[in-house]
């Protein structure tokens, strides 16, 4: 199997222990009809949703919150299967929501973005190395020199299941073109797509990072900041996260163990009701939207923006539409 698992012994005391998070909310027994929201997020969102924005959400609100994530491709095809069956559906990038469309959604809502960056450890052996180009000392082009490294590790999620996977594997696309670093180097960094040596869950790959199991990995800015995670960002030109760039994000492409072909896009967050929207599901979407949700979100290291409907505006419930 190409992702690796740790064992929950040691996800549950490393993430206790080493982050400072409590573990998910465990799922509840409740009637989705009398008052309980049910969402299912990117596993990005998983400590801004579990920790913030869902307490916040059931302060302001009579309704109750809980939440399972993932990577955001495959959390889509489990709704598309029936295999989840929630009423709020959070991805990164609209590719995913698009995966349950038109069956159990016509749109969404994009409201806000979060830079791709690499996190790394400060127990790496290369870390006075990372610490220089995260300071500007060294020249951004040396970390993928390093990347490039037999003995570095490593870890990403899988481009198959994940658009982070997907956008850290065509970032370094983008970055071995612009640094003229030669036709070999994206396979020295990354090996075959599903690297089994590389591809970790999107839930446990900071976990691992953390110990000082990797060198560095794939993160969102938002992640890196939740986490207090040392990072080198990335300009605009390459981190996934800045609409106006998409030019440049559609230079790269690609291709997944599915056969279908992927172009580089924005990775905006993007929500939307699944099934017909109830009222606990207009009211999580209302909050996520508004004032507070996007305080909350700035300070964990989005970028948070005018919303934009995606998908068939006349179907979006009347109070979600922007600007109403």
Known sequence: MGEKVLSLITIVALTLGLTGFSVPRPRQSVDKTSGLVDVVYAGSLEALNNLQIGPAFEHA??????????????????????????????????APIQV??????????????????????????????????RDGRLPLKDLFTLM????????????NTDPQGQAFYMMVELAVKHYHLGSHAVSRILGRLDNPKEVYSEEGILTLLQSG????SSAFLSEAIE????????????????PNQARSYRQATLALTNGHTVRGQAL??????????????VA???????????????????????????GKKADVPANLLPHQ
């Open 284 to 310: 999580f979407i209302h909050f996520v939207l508004g004032v507070q949700s996007a305080k909350i979100m700035r300070v964990n290291g989005y970028r948070v923006f005018s919303p934009t409907v995606l």
């Open 61 to 94: 609100t009579h309704f109750h919150y809980q939440g399972q994530g993932g990577g955001s491709l495959g959390m889509a095809q489990e709704i598309k299967s029936l295999t989840l069956a929630p009423n709020v559906f959070e991805s990164i990038g609209y």
């Open 227 to 242: 986490r207090h995670l040392d990072y080198i960002a990335l300009p605009n030109w390459m981190n996934f996260a800045v």
């Open 213 to 216: 199991g990797l060198d560095a």
């Open 148 to 159: 490039a490294s037999s003995d570095f590790h490593l870890g990403r999620t899988n481009p």
């Open 268 to 281: 905006t967050v993007d929500i939307t009701a699944v099934g017909n929207p109830t009222p606990p599901a």
């Open 100 to 133: 349950i469309e038109p069956k159990d959604t016509t749109w969404a809502v994009s409201f806000a973005s979060s830079p791709l960056v690499v996190a790394y450890s400060p127990f790496s052996k290369y870390a006075n190395e990372l610490n220089a180009i």
